[in-house]
């Protein structure tokens, strides 16, 4: 059986799961070197979503999990998190966990 965390505990893991969430929405600056010119480009990329749609309830009985996951290449991290809800929206359980690592793509 798992104890309750401290709420230092909680606090911490919510600041840093803030601070990834600030880094991941940031737009990526890249520097682009050219040779032959002296001074260098800059793109911003922005990240782009799919067309956002809104929740449909499962049936009466059962349950909707939804999932996610965010890969932060430079910090070596996976975030993945899910969310269970019944046929009245209201979150039964959900899950969210940074992964380190050292990941290829």
Request: aromatic residues 6%; charged residues 15%.
């Amino acid at each position: 059986m798992e104890l309750p965390k401290t709420a230092e505990i909680i606090c911490c893991f919510s600041a840093s799961h803030l601070d990834q969430y600030h880094k991941a929405t940031q737009p990526t600056i890249i520097r682009h070197n050219n040779v032959s010119q002296p001074s260098s480009t800059h793109t911003i990329m922005h990240t782009t979503s799919l067309p956002q749609s809104r929740w449909q309830p499962p049936d009466v009985e059962f349950y909707k999990m939804n999932l996610d996951t965010a890969l932060d290449v430079v910090g070596a991290i996976i975030g993945i998190g899910a969310i269970i809800r019944n046929h009245d929206g209201e979150v039964v359980a959900c899950y969210s966990k940074p992964i380190r690592g050292c990941y290829v793509s």
